[in-house]
Structures are given as structure tokens and as C-alpha cells.
């Protein structure tokens, strides 16, 4: 039996695309970012395209293993660093002072604010060494294997997608656009296409040398500049 509701979500993306006329289409592909093609060789962490499929736009959220065995490692290192966290460290605002602007005889705004609160820098610091420890320690029991998920929106369907590929242009993006169009007509699987693969501590040891220090939370993105963007 068919669910109302996802059909309903497949209903309002065909519309969505049949009366949308904002994306701009760029041999078959909206191309969100720009990339940097001095620097060709550098690794790729992330991207997304939108293509279209039976009537309807495909939004792709593409992640190299290495940026969610990143994640992972910082998840990690978050949750061991709990008992050093302050609740200033939740809440950048919690000891913050607003700074007001009149707009008016009797009105005013917040324009900023003043933090107050006791300094932060042990607690991150102490995240940072967790983490270079946990992504660089061969007894962590990270594990990431290529993977999918989708799901239904009412303007596009939207596919989240983990695989072993380098993202670094337009060409490189017309390929992840044809693999995934082969996996949802079910042409191949992630199986097929990348059976057996992993990426574990190993492989990071392998990319990037124990000393180089990627910072929490700020990966390097291919020296792309991301565009402002609505879906």
C-alpha cells in the first residue's frame, strides 16, 4: 500500500520543478560552488549538485569517508571533553552583555554583545588534542563504509551520499550526478560499485601526516568559495 504522504511529497516535487524557472541549469546540472584549479590535487571533503530525474529535481549531498571518520572523531572528542565543558561553552551568549542602538525617541535594537564569561581556550584546546589523538590512535574503532540514504521533500528528492570518489570540478561532478542516477534506477548498487571498501584510521594516516593539524569543526573544502543558496 502506498503512503499518502510520500506520494503526496512526489506530487508537490514534480510540480515544484514543472513551475520553477530560478535554478540555473548548467549542462544538465546546477554547479553550486567554485573550485580552485590551482590546487587540482587536494583532497575533496564534501559537495552537493541537483540534477533532474523522471520529472523531478534530485538534490545530492555528497561526503567523502574521510570528512564523516572526521566527523566521527569529533563527535568522539566532544563527548570525551564533556566534563571540561562550562555551560559559557554552550552558550555563547549566556554571560554576553547586548549592546544597544536607538532607532528611535523610544525604541532601541540589539546591535552585538560583549562577552563577559571566563575564557574558553583550555576547553578547546583540550578538544583539539582529543581529537588529533583519536584520529591518529590505530585502537579507535572508526569505521565508514559507502552508504545512502533518501528521502522525499516537497520540492526535490533529496539523496544523501557516502562514497570514495574526488570531487575537484564540473566534470567531477557529472560523474557522482551519474553514479547516483545509476543507483536510484537500481542499474547498480553502492555493492557493486565500491564492495569491500573502508576508510579507518589507516587510511587517514595515510593522507595526511600525524603533524598536520586540521582544526575542529573548519575543514579544508577543496579551496572552494561556496555560493548563497535556497532550496
Known sequence: MKNKYIEHLKRSAKLHHRNSRTRNFDNGIVVRHLYNEKHPE???????????????LVNVSWQHPRHVYKDKAEEAAFEACAPLRKPSDLDLFADA?????????????IVSYTHNGEDQSEYYDALRKEEACIVHDPGNNIVVTP???????NWSRFVSICMPIEIRGVDDLHKLVDITKRL???????????????????????????STEIGLLSHAVNGRKTEHHQG
Not at 552583555?97 to 535594537?109: A, D, H, I, Q
Not at 542499474?187 to 600525524?210: M, R, V
Open 42 to 56: 587536494k583532497f575533496s571533503w564534501w559537495d552537493d549538485v541537483i540534477f533532474v530525474l523522471n520529472d523531478y
Open 97 to 109: 552583555t547586548p549592546n544597544y542602538r536607538k532607532v528611535g525617541k523610544s525604541r532601541k535594537k
Open 147 to 153: 552508504n545512502m540514504s533518501l528521502e522525499w521533500t
Open 184 to 210: 536510484l534506477k537500481r542499474e547498480i548498487t553502492l555493492e557493486t560499485e565500491f564492495g569491500g571498501y573502508t576508510y579507518t584510521q589507516k587510511n587517514w594516516i595515510a593522507e595526511f601526516d600525524k
